[in-house]
């Protein structure tokens, strides 16, 4: 099975605009859940969506958003952009249900995006 | 606020040598408890994971203690090699919200 896929895998932006990225999940997958990692914070949850409704949320911004596809694709957006924003961002998919290994999430190689 | 405590920060290792990270966790309501492996430029692999039921779970050369009472978990790594420096994160969830410790670099020295 192929992994997870995130597009781009770089991206330079501007403070004030607005990013959109991508994830494709492992074929079968109905969970995507989404993580920004810095130096600093360390790796934080996002949110996570399952079967294209969030299941759950962390304690970001609201200018933090996503949504999921019906082919359990997702997308992350992030609308007015700060310096603070720059990171390595995640996207880890799993089966999503309870019960041995459905819950395991496996992760993409990350969209670092870089806000100047 | 930070649910999940790792330590230390940074490990040296000899080759062959036992690697230990330690990682204690607040929330009793936790039910499981991976490991992830990154290296610089990827994004973190699950290298081995616990639930509170069991004490010690064993996959090769890493193995993980739990204690539940004591509301902590340790990642073991047997013979060391220069192929495992890497940074180690412990995590914790419930529901499929991972909680994250804030990584260990671990330098395995040859």
């Known amino acids: 099975k192929a992994g997870v896929t995130q597009t781009p895998r770089y991206l330079i932006k501007t403070r004030g605009q607005q990013v959109t990225l991508s994830c494709s999940p492992i074929?079968?997958?109905?969970?995507v859940s989404w993580y920004q990692q810095t130096p600093g914070q360390g790796l934080q949850f996002l949110f996570e969506y399952f079967s294209e409704t969030q299941r759950n949320k962390g304690n970001f911004p609201g200018r933090f958003s996503g949504r999921q596809f019906s082919n359990s694709r997702s997308e992350m957006n992030v609308s007015t952009l700060e310096l603070g924003d720059s990171a390595l961002y995640l996207c880890?998919?799993?089966?999503?249900?309870?019960?041995?290994?459905?819950?395991?999430?496996?992760f993409g190689p990350g969209t670092r995006l870089l806000v100047l | 606020q930070q649910q999940v405590k790792q330590s230390p920060q940074s490990l040296i290792v000899q080759k062959g040598g036992i690697s230990i990270i330690n990682c204690a966790y607040e929330?009793?309501?936790?039910?499981?408890f991976p490991w992830y492996q990154q290296f610089p430029g990827k994004g973190p692999a699950l290298l081995i994971a616990?639930?509170?039921?069991?004490s010690e779970k064993k996959e090769g050369r890493f193995t993980i203690s739990f204690n539940k009472s004591a509301k902590q978990f340790s990642l073991h790594i047997m013979d060391s090699q220069p192929g495992d420096s890497a940074t180690y994160f412990c995590?914790?969830?419930?529901?499929?919200?991972?909680?994250f410790g804030q990584g260990t670099e671990l330098s395995v020295k040859p």
């Open positions: 995590a914790a969830s419930k529901g499929g919200k991972l909680i």
């Open positions: 074929s079968g997958h109905r969970s």
């Open positions: 616990i639930r509170p039921d069991v």
């Open positions: 929330n009793t309501a936790f039910d499981y």
């Open positions: 880890a998919s799993s089966a999503g249900l309870a019960g041995k290994n459905q819950e395991t999430q496996y």
